[in-house]
């Protein structure tokens, strides 16, 4: 079951901001470079467009979801 603080949302009679939008998902592509900060250096081997990555880190291959928490392209 979802909480429902897993998405805000701004009335439109509220004295505060409305919250930025999130920032936009990084774009991977079969074959990039990436630095992930538990697992290290990896190679992406899959992607399912705004849903996973899978990473080949060398000893393990590790599905990392969207939004790519911990994971940098070079």
Excluded: Q
């Amino acid at each position: 079951m979802k909480s429902s603080r897993s998405t805000p949302r701004h009335l439109p009679t509220s004295p505060f901001a409305p919250p930025p939008p999130p920032p936009p998902l990084e774009k991977y592509a079969v074959g990039d470079l990436v630095s992930h900060d538990k697992y290290g250096l990896g190679r992406v081997t899959s992607v399912n467009e705004d849903v996973d990555v899978v990473v080949d880190f060398g000893t393990e291959r590790r599905r990392i979801p969207a939004p790519y928490a911990k994971l940098a392209k070079l």
